[in-house]
Structures are given as C-alpha cells and as structure tokens.
C-alpha cells in the first residue's frame, strides 16, 4: 500500500499565509514523509488561523482529493487564534485519541511545554487527520512519535485485505 499513500501538508499560520514568514515545517515534514516513508505529498497549503478556512481545506482534501493522510502544522496551542484542534473536530467522524496522546507523552520528555499541546487526531472517511505542532522542531519530534504505526494505521482504513493481521503483541516475560 505505501507506494499508494497520499498526504497533504496543510501550514495553520496567519504570518505564512501573509508571507511574513518563512514556512519551515511544512517542507520539513514533506522531506520526513518522502525520506522515512517513501510517500509522496498530493497536496500542500498556507492557510491563516481561521477556522471555517482550515475545516474547507481538510474536508476537500479528505472527499474530493481522496487523501489518505492529512498533517496540520501550527495552531494547536493555547493562543486565542490556534484554533486548529476546533477545524480538526468539527471535521473528523471519529477521534484517534492515542495518537495524540502518543505525541504528547513523548513530548513531555523533552518539554514541560507539551502540556500545552491541544493537538487532535482523527479519521474522516478513510482519511487520517493529524495535527503537529507549528515548530519545526516539535513538528519533527512529534511525527517521529507516529512514523512507526502510520503505515498500519492507513493499511486499516483502507481496508485492506489482511491489515488486520498485521497486528503484532509483545509478549511479557
């Protein structure tokens, strides 16, 4: 299936969108998703913190360009205009809440600060959407954090035959 995985890379930013700063996570993570997956990006975007913005983009994305995966960068933290984890549920069927927790535990970490993550994960159709945080830095640690269950995690909402065979259990000593 890897080979037919296709993502998009949508940078929450008002400063981008305007052109007063430099977009750096969204081509950082386009390298990580090519390099450590093999995936190409369809679609990629600069939208400003406005939610009814943000949900149009994620849901022609999800319907009309029929991607498989969807990562937001920016938006998910405590400033009143982040508002990319409301855009996110207000577009989602169904929540991924370990994904999100998943982020945030290995973030704690590194930072106190990633309490402050509002990040939300989800599925829309047989599209997984994924918040990261807007810096690159952050961005980077977060979609290590899920590099290793994104292959399954888009095998099972494809559907595909035999993905759920692929679930593999330690076992306890």
Request: hydrophobic share 40%; glycine share 10%.
């Amino acid at each position: 299936m890897s080979e037919d995985v296709r993502v998009g890379i949508l940078t929450v930013s008002d400063r981008a969108h305007r052109g007063e700063y430099e977009d750096r996570s969204g081509p950082l993570l386009r390298r990580l998703i090519a390099d450590r997956l093999g995936w190409p990006v369809a679609e990629e975007g600069v939208v400003p913190d406005e939610q009814a913005q943000i949900e149009r983009e994620l849901i022609r994305w999800a319907d009309e360009a029929g991607l498989d995966l969807i990562l937001t960068t920016g938006g998910t933290g405590f400033a009143p205009r982040d508002v990319t984890p409301e855009a996110t549920r207000a577009v989602i069927e169904r929540e991924a809440p370990g994904l999100a927790e998943a982020m945030r535990a290995a973030s704690l970490r590194v930072t106190p600060h990633a309490m402050l993550s509002r990040a939300v994960c989800g599925i829309r159709g047989r599209t997984l959407i994924v918040n990261l945080p807007g810096s690159p830095k952050a961005a980077r640690e977060n979609l290590e954090v899920l590099i290793p269950v994104l292959p399954h995690a888009l095998e099972l909402l494809a559907g595909s035959p035999g993905s759920e065979a692929g679930h593999q259990y330690r076992q306890q000593a």
